[in-house]
């Protein structure tokens, strides 16, 4: 049967029914008050989400509009900035900086390694002159299935003073614990389509009041992206263009069934299907791409060692229309990835689990007897 599509990728994820209906009423005027309303409402929830008193600022654009905002509104031509990269979403954010001619130090490590936090605070340690103005990285790195340990970073980078942290929290936000106040995050990009459980289209920028200092200083080329405008209108209620009105009707469902479940109970649901993804793919024989203990909880990166990650990923959508990622740049064909992000529930896990099985069973290469995954995965998820 066809037209049952089950999306496990990193985004878009699965979006419910109640979001999908709140998205298919009739537009209406952006300039109304119910319309402010739901600007109002939605900003609440927002901050919420985001465990914030700092401003949230809605785009209508995708997370790399969020990225390239968080950008361009703090930092100028010129400035030094720390860019950790260890994965194809690093990558944008030096392509970004040097976009805008910044001075960008990049702190690598391998694809599947997490970034290495001492190099951050040698980095920021050695700075006596207190030349560097941010420190910008993913938390959770889609390409390879890391999570960078942010919390740890932005520590180094506060004791610094001096400079910003700026995170692309894209697939991490609404999957685990994010809270900006407390870890002193200046500036948080993400996007719709992930953990929120919308559609693709709009992205949120969260900022600091000492990310909204910078901004007084920064003399980087905006417009559509000024976030001072989205400031200004958000304190109305209303935004500075025409927003994607419809996309605002599902993001305040998705916020409100968000918050029906709680955000520890969000948290604790990725936590618990990452763990049985990761022990139901060693279970089977296939390795794990990510560094142990550094697996993000929004996607297992998996590395079926010696066999054509496309095969299995065609097998599996083929004959069970559930659409898994595969790995991109040098890792295409190397690494397949399970997106475990937003509205996904047990069940989803089981399926993709025991479809991934079956694709094994189905080209001959099953290590493990039949039924191992799930097996290992059913501790978790009983
Ligand atoms: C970690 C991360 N950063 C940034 C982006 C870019 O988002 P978009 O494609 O919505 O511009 C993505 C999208 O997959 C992502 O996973």
């Excluded at 990225?67 to 860019?83: F, H, P, Q, W, Y």
């Amino acid at each position: 049967m066809q037209d049952k599509l089950t999306l496990m990728i990193p985004g878009p994820t699965p979006v419910p029914e109640r979001v999908l209906k709140a998205l298919s009423q009739h537009p209406i005027g952006h300039r109304s008050g119910e319309f402010q309303l739901l600007v109002k409402k939605t900003t609440e929830l927002l901050k919420w989400l985001h465990q914030t008193q700092n401003d949230v600022l809605t785009i209508s654009g995708s997370g790399t509009a969020a990225m390239e905002a968080g950008i361009i509104n703090t930092l100028s031509k010129g400035d030094k900035v720390l860019c950790g990269s260890n994965g194809k979403f690093g990558e944008r954010w030096v392509k970004v900086c040097k976009a805008y001619e910044l001075d960008v130090e990049v702190i690598q490590s391998n694809w599947g390694e997490p970034l290495d936090t001492e190099a951050f605070k040698n980095a920021l340690n050695s700075d006596t002159a207190k030349n560097i103005k941010a420190v910008i990285i993913t938390h959770s790195e889609t390409s390879t299935g890391v999570i960078n340990d942010l919390k740890t970073i932005s520590n180094y980078v506060h004791e610094h003073g001096t400079a910003l942290t700026i995170a692309d929290c894209v697939t991490s936000l609404g999957a685990c614990n994010v809270p900006m106040d407390e870890w002193n995050i200046d500036v948080i990009a993400s996007g719709s389509q992930k953990g929120y459980m919308l559609p693709p289209g709009l992205s949120f920028v969260a900022m600091s009041e000492k990310a909204w200092q910078a901004y007084d200083h920064s003399n980087l080329p905006k417009f559509y992206l000024d976030l001072n405008s989205y400031r200004k209108t958000v304190q109305k209620d209303s935004n500075p263009f025409t927003p994607a009105v419809n996309l605002y009707f599902a993001l305040d469902a998705s916020l409100k069934m968000m918050q029906e479940e709680g955000l520890t109970k969000i948290f604790e649901r990725h936590e618990r299907q990452k763990l049985a993804t990761q022990e139901a793919i060693k279970a089977m024989g296939l390795s794990l791409f990510a560094a142990e203990g550094y697996g993000s909880p929004a996607i297992t990166a998996v590395e079926p060692k010696g066999l054509d990650a496309e095969k299995i990923r065609k097998i599996v959508k083929d004959k069970f229309d559930i659409l898994l990622a595969g790995g991109q740049d040098h890792l295409k064909g190397k690494i397949f990835r399970i997106g475990h992000l937003g509205f996904v529930s047990d069940r989803d896990i089981i399926t993709a689990i025991s479809s991934i099985e079956f694709a094994l069973s189905y080209l001959n290469v099953l290590k493990n007897p039949m039924g191992s995954g799930s097996k290992a995965a059913a501790k978790y998820l009983n």
